[in-house]
């Protein structure tokens, strides 16, 4: 059995026969480190899967600021929503930051696997609903916490992720200078 079998098992009701049927439907991927797999200004059509590496997804702004939105470990999913569903031009990047192997699906895909099994579009609605509540608890610990507090959050639920990304981008994630972020780790280190 492999990984992505095994995770729509630990994830769904699927039966063995539809669970072969979303992997055959998969077109397999695999990504050199700093490679993009979405660039702004192209059409998101693709909901990605990683089964090895590291994704993070991230906004340039005006003065050429990277804000980095989310990172996508194994067993996570990455997409641009706003652009995969409406069909028009992202605002994201999308990169790998290690090697990375990835499985994709175009919307055309989903949408007939979605038609076929009906316990298939629940766990992608699942997820959205799941990826939309941690975006919510992200705005409330932006417009609430102390760096501090987003930093052990970051930490506790991303312990493998944190090890695996530079603290730059750790510090755009949290919404925290470089300066910033480093103070509060070396004073976590002190308290060990």
């Keep these: 059995m492999n990984q992505f079998e095994h995770y729509l098992r630990a994830q ?12 055959s439907c998969a077109t397999s991927l695999t990504v050199r480190k700093r490679q993009p797999v979405l660039c702004a200004g192209d059409v998101c059509r ?60 175009t919307k055309e895909t989903m949408n007939e696997l979605f038609a076929a099994m009906p316990a298939f579009r629940a766990f992608s609605d699942r997820l959205k609903d799941e990826s ?41 994630y949290l919404g925290v200078t470089r300066e910033t972020l480093s103070r509060i780790r070396q004073k976590h280190h002190q308290l060990r």
């Design 12 to 23: 769904t009701q699927l039966t063995d026969d539809d669970i072969l049927r979303v992997r």
């Design 132 to 172: 939309h509540n941690k975006s919510l608890q992200r705005i409330f610990s932006n417009i609430s916490h102390s760096a501090e507090e987003k930093y052990n959050a970051f930490v506790a639920e991303n312990p493998t992720v944190f090890r695996r990304v530079p603290l730059h981008m750790v510090a755009s």
């Design 46 to 105: 693709h909901k990605l899967f990683v089964l090895t590496g590291l994704l993070r997804v991230y906004r340039v702004g005006q003065d050429g600021t990277e804000s980095v939105m989310r990172f996508s470990a194994e067993n996570q999913w990455a997409i641009d929503h706003e652009s995969y569903t409406t069909e028009t031009p992202s605002h994201c990047y999308i990169e790998a930051l290690e090697d990375t192997t990835l499985l994709l699906w």
